[in-house]
């Protein structure tokens, strides 16, 4: 009778002979909310989730598109109420203590470090020597009892290359375009493989920039189609003018700013889905903000007339108007979805055709970083 494989035997082999290996499945257990509902849906699949410890995600947006706000605000705010200590990697000099106190973060040292650089370089020997420290501190710990850290990137797009720097200081303006982009694949490629075992996870925010291709008008993400590929989940932000009061009625003057959000990579819902968030200057996001415009796009919710309509589980009937459509009815509908079946199938793990169309078209044509 012939032996059945001693998988025992080879699993103590290779863990002695690879250093780092990872063996087994690493599925997220920790999430970390963005602070509204329906984009924590389409990224995870679920409302109250968001993004996950072990993963890398990058928000890429233009200017004043929100990106910042989610985080290095709402972000850290939700990690550290789950006692997730945060690292704050800010390249362009731009975070004050009184904004990031002003929506809700922990500003001592206990909580959060903040660490002012903008060498690529350097960032990648700190995340390497950290997570070297983290493996001899914690590696023969259980996960459960190992602590858990977040890294936040304000931003990827701001960092530079010794060459950037040595260029600058010869009057020489071309940039580092040839090594750049790789340089921050590699830096994101590398953490996706730290990360996967450990309680660590990695946020980062990007530049996009208006595309010159006017058969593809769509923005490009700077760091090129490979730092895409390498990331895990990646959400395109885009800047629209908010013109409402907080009752919801138009005005002239513009109040805030109307995020248009959309997923283009994630392993943990159907990809390609957005979503627009109303940021109003005076009293931030709101977290319901967008529930409404995904559930009437799945259709959960019926346009009766000029009212709204929604049936409940029991069979009993949710009918108002729109503006009227607050947090006690989308609470309801929210319990719903989630004690019954997800509004779409999950993606499979496969990228397919689709998606790789889709990065394509987010690609900002710098060299491959591949």
Not at 171 to 179: A, E, I, Q, S, V
Not at 323 to 350: C, F, R, Y
Request: hydrophobic letters at 35%; proline letters at 3%.
């Amino acid at each position: 009778m012939v032996k059945p494989f001693d998988v025992t035997k080879f699993r103590k082999s290779i863990t002695k002979s690879i250093d780092g290996l990872g063996i087994g499945f690493n599925d997220p257990t920790d999430w970390i909310s963005t602070g509204n509902h329906a984009l924590n849906y389409l990224i995870s699949g679920d409302f109250y989730k968001g993004i996950p410890l072990g993963k890398v995600t990058v928000f890429a947006g233009e200017s004043g598109s929100g990106k910042s706000y989610i985080c290095s605000g709402n972000i850290i705010r939700e990690a550290q109420k789950q006692n997730i200590f945060v690292i704050l990697v800010d390249s362009e000099n731009a975070l004050d203590e009184a904004w990031l106190r002003a929506v809700g973060v922990d500003t001592s040292e206990d909580k959060l470090l903040r660490l002012g650089m903008s060498m690529i370089d350097d960032v990648a020997k700190t995340i390497s020597n950290f997570v070297k420290e983290y493996k001899t501190d914690y590696g023969d710990k259980e996960p459960t009892d190992r602590p858990k850290v977040l890294f936040v990137l304000d931003s990827l797009g701001m960092m530079m290359t010794p060459t950037d720097v040595d260029q600058f200081n010869k009057g020489d303006m071309k940039g580092d375009l040839g090594r750049k982009p790789k340089a921050l694949t590699a830096l994101v490629r590398n953490c996706v493989n730290m990360f996967g075992s450990l309680n660590v996870g990695m946020v980062a925010t990007n530049h996009t920039y208006a595309s010159q291709d006017m058969f593809d008008p769509d923005d490009k993400i700077s760091g090129g189609q490979g730092f895409v590929y390498a990331s895990s989940i990646v959400v395109a932000m885009k800047k629209l003018k908010l013109k409402e009061d907080e009752a919801g009625n138009k005005i002239t003057d513009v109040r805030g700013i109307r995020a248009a959000c959309k997923v283009m990579k994630t392993r943990f819902a159907k990809p390609f889905e957005g979503v627009q968030i109303k940021i109003p200057y005076e009293t931030g996001m709101d977290p319901y903000s967008g529930l409404l415009d995904l559930f009437e796009k799945k259709g959960l919710i019926q346009q009766q007339g000029n009212r709204l309509k929604y049936i409940t589980a029991t069979g009993k009937e949710i009918l108002d108007y729109r503006k009227a459509w607050g947090k006690d009815n989308l609470e309801i509908v929210m319990q719903e979805v989630s004690n019954q079946v997800a509004l779409d199938e999950h993606a499979t793990p496969e990228i397919n055709l689709e998606e790789e169309e889709a990065i394509q078209n987010i690609d900002n044509g710098d060299t491959d970083a591949n």
